[in-house]
C-alpha cells in the first residue's frame, strides 16, 4: 500500500509541500472548533499511503506550524506527539479497516491532553523534581480531559466517515 | 487475515472504552471543582403584611446585586427586579410584590443587620455573616 523507496522525486517534494498544505487548510478551516481537527487523519492517510517519505512531512509540518503561530510550550509537544502518531501508524500499516483506523484516531485523540502533559513535567521537574513535575502535569492533564473527549469523538467521526472514500482517491492517483 | 483485522478492532475497541471510562473517573475524582460561596449571608424579604422570608446565601459576590442574581437563579421562591437609574438598580418587585413609590405609595427598604442601609443593591457590599433585609414599607 505504501510508496518505500528511499530515493526523493521531484514528484515526491511537491507531493510533500500539498499534503502540509493539505494539512494546515483543513486547520485554519476548522479552528472555530476546539480540539476537532484533521491533522491526525492527514497524517495517518500519508503515512498509509506515502510509507517513510512522511517523515519529511512531520518535521516541515512542525516548522511551518511554529512559523505561523510562533513557537511555544505547544510547539515542543508537537515535536514529538507527531512522530510518535506516525510511527504507531507505521506499526499497524497493514491495517485497511475503517473501523480500526476510527478507533485508533479516537485513542490518539483521546491521549492527546495526557501527551501534551509530558513537557509539563519535565517544566515542573526542573524546578523541583518529580513531584513538582508530577503537580504541573497531571492537574494540567485533568482539566483537559473532557477537551480531550472531545478530540476523540472528532477524531473517531472524521476517520469513519473519511477513511473509505480518502483512501479510494489516494488510491487511483498513487 | 480477516481474523486477526477482527481481533485487532475489538482489542482497539476495548482499550478505547477502558481509557474513556478511566479518565472519565480521573477527572471525577481529581478535577478542580468550583466551591461554594465563601460568604455565608442572609436575605431577607418582609413583604406587605409582614411576614418575613428569609434565604441562607453562599456567595463571592461583591455586592448584594450579585448575591441575589445568583440567589433568583437557584431558588425560584425568589425574585427581583427594577429600573436602572443614576445610582444603580432600584428594587421595584421582590418576589412578584410591586412597591413603587408613585404607583403604589410604598418602597422596598434595605436594612443590613437591622440598620437602615446607606447604599443601594447595586453598591451595597456584601459581608460574611451580615443579613439584608428587604422590608415593603409604605409612605406615611
Redesign the interface.
Known amino acids: 500500500m505504501c510508496d518505500n523507496s528511499s530515493r526523493f522525486s521531484t514528484r515526491d517534494i511537491a507531493m510533500i509541500g500539498l499534503m502540509i498544505a493539505v494539512i494546515e487548510v483543513c486547520k485554519a478551516v476548522l479552528s472555530f472548533l476546539p480540539n476537532v481537527e484533521l491533522t491526525t487523519f492527514w497524517l495517518i492517510m500519508f503515512t498509509l499511503y506515502f510509507g517513510r517519505k512522511v517523515m519529511a512531512v512531520v518535521p516541515a509540518f512542525i516548522l511551518v506550524e511554529g512559523a505561523i503561530y510562533g513557537m511555544n510550550t505547544w510547539w515542543i509537544m508537537y515535536l514529538y506527539i507527531w512522530p510518535l502518531l506516525v510511527l504507531v501508524t507505521w506499526i ?1 500499516r497493514k ?3 475503517a ?2 483506523w476510527a ?2 484516531s ?2 490518539f485523540g ?2 492527546f491532553g495526557m501527551l501534551c502533559s509530558i513537557t509539563y513535567f519535565f517544566i515542573g521537574f526542573s524546578s523541583g523534581g518529580i513531584t513538582a513535575g508530577f503537580n504541573t502535569a ?2 494540567w492533564w ?2 483537559g ?2 477537551w ?2 472531545v478530540h ?1 469523538v472528532g477524531n473517531f467521526i472524521f476517520m469513519l466517515v473519511l477513511y473509505t472514500p480518502i483512501r479510494n482517491v489516494m488510491k487511483r492517483f498513487l | 487475515m480477516e481474523k486477526k ?1 477482527t481481533k ?2 475489538l482489542i ?2 476495548v ?2 472504552v477502558a ?2 471510562a478511566v ?2 473517573l ?2 471525577n475524582k ?3 471543582k468550583g466551591t461554594a460561596g465563601a460568604k455565608a449571608i442572609v436575605i431577607e424579604v418582609v413583604d406587605e403584611n409582614g411576614n418575613s422570608t428569609k434565604y441562607d446565601v453562599n456567595t463571592d459576590a461583591e455586592y448584594l446585586k450579585g448575591a441575589m442574581d445568583e440567589l433568583a437563579e437557584s431558588d425560584d421562591s425568589f425574585s427581583f427586579s427594577g429600573q436602572e437609574g443614576d445610582y444603580g438598580l432600584m428594587v421595584e418587585v421582590i418576589n412578584g410584590e410591586q412597591a413603587i413609590y408613585a404607583e403604589d405609595n410604598a418602597y422596598w427598604a434595605l436594612y443590613v443587620n437591622g440598620e437602615y442601609g446607606n447604599y443601594g443593591v447595586t453598591e451595597q457590599p456584601v459581608v460574611d455573616g451580615d443579613t439584608y433585609t428587604w422590608t415593603y414599607e409604605s409612605a406615611e
Open positions: 499497524f491495517e485497511e479497516s473501523l480500526f478507533i485508533f479516537g485513542i483521546l491521549c497531571f492537574p485533568i482539566s480531559i473532557m480531550d473527549i476523540c | 483485522s485487532k478492532i482497539g475497541a482499550i478505547l481509557l474513556i479518565f472519565a480521573c477527572y481529581f478535577a478542580a
